[in-house]
């Protein structure tokens, strides 16, 4: 109770010099809300042993789509370690951001599109390095995105054995590129291969028009090289460094080569926003290359004022920075005179000035700063992160999730930073091991260059308490003022990460679920009446059949499979409450 006095006290008291710096704004971010309802009894701090998951009393889960489950009847079934061609079929790897497409008017029969982000080496084929193409090939199958077709039948979720939407996206599907950046040499190779795949897809985001957005977060620990290769200064701030690489690829495709002359910008395709149309089993994805090129959490899309697109993003990595992209115009209009609205607007990039409040600042070639060090807006996409650091953006403690509450305050997880050695008002803690959650409310509906911000949670103030929790992660701010917690780092007495659900009005936390042993808890989606949530259990110990089982095998291995838990209530109530 002190604790979260404590923390409410330090919100009013940075809002203070916040009130009346945004023109035509009379509220603060404390004011405003909705009273939120999170009345389950939440699962005690130490009861986990980490063998498997426990959940509130009121709830019950079902274990959903593991890794490797067929997508459609005639696929493949399961058996470890996968063909290259079986697992092509069957659902990928690395559980990460999804969501919810109805198809029905009810809500019980939809699409599911879910990212694969990533699988070890081991965990995918039982060995640290690939000796043979076939292995690669079945690691790249492994990564990319699904779109299964489910239904609810009788309390279960089926997948849907005959679907025309169902399809897997890897690395060796074709795709486009759009925007400023497609055709560009940046992205052009001698080799004259076509734009395939998508890797490392970690968050995700949905637009106001029914489509998917994928975000492909460390697209550089899959490139390496085996002869000497000097990286470029613009390659290094993207980790592309000589050496070998985690996964070996580059070993049997020379596309992850980055040595290869045939591929010399390869991998300037990766760091993207993909669109996805999971109605449209023919349309391909589309890397939207004007929301800019970085370490990609998520895309968060929200309608402005005038009816323009917003996205906002993250750039996982510690003293990367947070982005927002505002389309041209009218989303509406614009899809009706066949242009995307995410393929003309402007990126922006965030500076949090000490006093509560901040500026978002444009990356355009008209800037006479950026104008002196790249050749074209493309180069500035190609290379935001450079182009970020030259306007002044401030280096945050590794953006992750963002979400925008119903009242407009975007609330944004900040996981950690153990580097950071300088504190900062929007980074407090030097070093950060537990994280924070910050949140800011636009200028004039999320359109304006200005903002105010404060912290929502300091992760270190409620760490060794019954409601702790740290390295902040998946978030989700449902309609009703709750906030869903995602954690994917240490916790407390070396517990496994959790799903906690945060009273917006109160900032009070009630832990829902909690995982197993080196898994991340993440993703989070929910059918349209809020009855049904989605969340994923991602690399449950770590594929180490010793650390946790789950979920429990009923096909004759024991290797743990990535999964998603459906979550409901037991008496059929809104998720959350
Ligand atoms: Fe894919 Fe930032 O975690
Ligand atoms: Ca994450
Ligand atoms: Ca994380």
């Not at 898994?519 to 949530?533: A, N, S």
């Amino acid at each position: 109770m002190f604790l979260e006095i404590r923390r409410r006290a330090f919100l009013k008291g940075s809002l203070a010099t916040a009130v009346g710096y945004l023109s035509g704004c009379t509220t603060t971010l404390e004011s405003g809300r909705p009273g939120a309802r999170v009345g389950f009894t939440p699962v005690p701090r130490a009861a986990s042993d980490g063998r498997t998951v426990l959940i509130a009393d009121e709830y019950e889960y079902q274990v959903f789509i593991p890794w490797g489950q067929p997508l459609r009847s005639g696929a493949p079934a399961w058996s470890w370690p996968p063909s290259a061609q079986a697992q092509a079929q069957q659902v990928g790897i690395g559980h990460d951001g999804m969501t919810y497409f109805p198809l029905s008017v009810d809500g019980r029969h939809g699409l599911l599109a879910i990212n694969h982000e990533f699988g070890s080496n081991r965990h995918v084929f039982g060995a640290a390095r690939p000796a043979a193409p076939e292995q690669v090939l079945a690691s790249q199958h492994a990564h990319g995105a699904s779109v299964i077709e489910i239904l609810e039948t009788e309390g279960r979720w089926r997948v849907v054995p005959e679907s025309r939407y169902s399809r897997r996206i890897h690395l060796n599907t074709e795709v486009e590129m759009s925007g400023p950046v497609a055709g560009h040499a940046l992205v052009s190779n001698r080799a004259r291969n076509p734009v395939m795949g998508t890797l490392n897809n970690c968050s995700s985001g949905q637009t106001p028009w029914g489509t998917y957005l994928s975000c492909e977060e460390n697209f550089n620990l899959y490139f390496g090289c085996k002869d000497p290769f000097e990286p470029s200064a613009k390659q290094e701030r993207y980790e592309l460094t000589s050496g070998d690489s985690e996964y070996g690829w580059h070993h049997f495709d020379p596309r992850f080569d980055l040595a290869s002359r045939d591929y010399a910008n390869e991998s300037n395709r990766f760091g993207w926003v993909v669109e996805i149309d999971p109605y449209d089993p023919a349309a391909k994805p589309v890397k939207r290359t004007a929301l800019g090129r970085f370490k990609h959490e998520g895309a968060t899309a929200i309608e402005g004022r005038d009816g323009r697109i917003v996205i906002y993003m993250g750039d996982d990595q510690a003293f990367e920075f947070i982005y927002k992209f505002v389309s041209r115009g009218d989303w509406q209009q614009m899809r009706s005179a066949g242009i995307s609205p995410l393929d003309e607007g402007i990126l922006f990039v965030a500076r949090f000035d000490a006093g509560g409040h901040g500026e978002w600042l444009p990356l355009t070639i008209d800037d006479p700063t950026l104008a002196g060090a790249f050749d074209d807006q493309a180069d500035v996409l190609v290379h935001a992160r450079l182009a970020a650091s030259l306007v002044g953006a401030t280096p945050m403690d590794r953006p992750e999730w963002m979400t925008v509450a119903p009242d407009g305050d975007v609330y944004c997880t900040l996981t950690n930073n153990s580097r950071r050695e300088e504190p900062d008002a929007a980074n407090p803690r030097a070093p950060n091991p537990h994280g924070q959650i910050i949140r800011w409310r636009d200028q004039d509906a999320h359109l304006g260059t200005r903002f105010i911000w404060d912290h929502f949670l300091l992760c270190d103030e409620v760490y060794e308490t019954e409601d702790s929790l740290g390295s902040p992660d998946g978030l989700w701010a449902d309609p009703d003022g709750r906030l869903f917690i995602c954690t994917d780092g240490k916790q407390f007495e070396g517990k496994p990460n959790q799903l906690l659900v945060a009273d917006t009005a109160t900032g009070g936390l009630s832990r829902l679920l909690v995982g197993v042993s080196d898994c991340e808890i993440t993703g989070l989606t929910t059918t349209p009446d809020r009855r049904t949530l989605f969340v994923n259990v991602q690399h449950p110990g770590r594929g180490n059949p010793r650390l946790t089982s789950f979920p429990a095998p009923d096909d004759g291995t024991t290797v743990p499979r990535d999964c998603t838990l459906v979550v409901r209530r037991k008496d059929g109530g809104i998720v959350g409450s």
